[in-house]
T-cell receptor, first 116, second 113 residues
Framework: AQKVTQAQTEISVVEKEDVTLDCVYE???????LFWYKQPPSGELVFLIR??????QNEISGRYSWNFQKSTSSFNFTITASQVVDSAVYFC?????????????FGAGTRLFVKA | EPEVTQTPSHQVTQMGQEVILRCVPI?????FYWYRQILGQKVEFLVS????????KSEIFDDQFSVERPDGSNFTLKIRSTKLEDSAMYFC???????????FGPGTRLLVL
């Protein structure tokens, strides 16, 4: 069965600190997709990144970077030099290719507070 | 940039009433979804829809729920007889040829009194 675990409920950092949000997933499929979404206080879900199970290359996008490790079933998200605008709830999510409907299973989310 | 839109942004209803939540997916997308998020909790999958039929649904999506694509642009979620526990944010999402990535609308916040 699919499962996504975000063990960190809340993280509080001071601006300019680096912060890593952890995500551990469970799946029986060999082909699957991992995502990170940001939910700011306004409530919408903003797509950040998708990673395919067959591509373990890490990715960097500006201050954001993602570390995908199949060996530990983890897909961690690091924000470098955090800013107040990064304050939001961040969700890690999983979708399995064998599921024709491509439903996405979300973790419980990590609330990030960035203080000025 | 194309985006998913949802109406209304907020809806308040009385227990037992029917509600219809509306979504306009991104125009060339073929896969449509509804999710809900009870306040302070995680986002939960309700249903996926492709080729005019439900392709998958969760245990939450019971007989009180239905979905429809009444025309070429809208995708609706109907709750026949709302309960207090239906109070939540409801998100519509759509995906296209790159069907693995779902783009979410801004949500409809439903409050059942």
């Amino acid at each position: 069965a699919q499962k996504v675990t975000q063990a960190q409920t809340e993280i509080s950092v001071v601006e300019k600190e680096d912060v890593t949000l952890d995500c551990v997933y469970e799946t029986r499929d060999t082909t699957y997709y991992l995502f990170w979404y940001k939910q700011p206080p306004s409530g919408e879900l903003v797509f950040l990144i998708r990673r395919n199970s067959f591509d373990e290359q890490n990715e960097i996008s500006g201050r954001y970077s993602w570390n995908f490790q199949k060996s530990t079933s983890s897909f961690n998200f690091t924000i470098t030099a955090s800013q107040v605008v990064d304050s939001a709830v961040y969700f890690c999510a999983l979708s399995e290719a064998d599921t024709g409907g491509f439903k996405t299973i979300f973790g419980a989310g990590t609330r990030l507070f960035v203080k000025a | 940039e194309p985006e998913v839109t949802q109406t209304p942004s907020h809806q308040v209803t009385q227990m037992g009433q029917e509600v219809i939540l509306r979504c306009v997916p991104i125009s060339n997308h073929l896969y449509f979804y509804w999710y809900r998020q009870i306040l302070g909790q995680k986002v939960e999958f309700l249903v996926s829809f492709y080729n005019n039929e439900i392709s998958e649904k969760s245990e939450i999506f019971d007989d009180q729920f239905s979905v429809e694509r009444p025309d070429g642009s809208n995708f609706t979620l109907k709750i026949r007889s709302t309960k207090l526990e239906d109070s939540a944010m409801y998100f519509c999402a759509s995906s296209g040829g790159d069907k693995e990535t779902q783009y979410f609308g801004p949500g409809t916040r439903l409050l059942v009194l």
